[in-house]
């Protein structure tokens, strides 16, 4: 069965951190481009991040550039989202996406920014 499962979030207070994990399962990532997404509540799934496959090239959203970093691990089949400096505008649920000839979405996990 091909899955994406995300992990890792949850609360932090402002100025917090977490580590996002996205691990896949019944496919193997190394081709893929991977990216994270957020929703945030009330607006439209955004861009965050994406590593390409060799996980030598990335980009971001401007308003994570210098908080966030996505990073991959062809060997654990895994990909992170490391999240620091965190502010309550970043609540969302937040995504990871493999694409390739093919794409797939996980199911999110929550990340709740608040004092």
């Known amino acids: 069965q091909v899955q994406l499962e995300e992990s890792g979030g949850g609360v932090v207070e402002p100025g917090g951190s977490l580590r996002l994990s996205c691990i896949a399962s019944g496919f193997t990532l190394s081709s893929y481009y991977m990216s994270w997404y957020r929703q945030r509540p009330g607006k439209e799934r955004e861009f965050i991040a994406q590593i390409d496959p060799t996980g030598s090239i990335t980009k971001y959203r401007d308003s994570v550039k210098g908080r966030f970093t996505i990073s991959r691990d062809n060997a654990k089949n895994t990909v992170y989202l490391q999240m620091n400096s965190l502010r309550p505008e970043d609540t969302a649920v937040y995504y990871c996406?493999?694409?390739?000839?093919?794409?797939?979405w996980g199911q999110g996990t929550q990340v709740t920014v608040s004092s």
């Open positions: 996406f493999a694409q390739s000839l093919t794409t797939y």
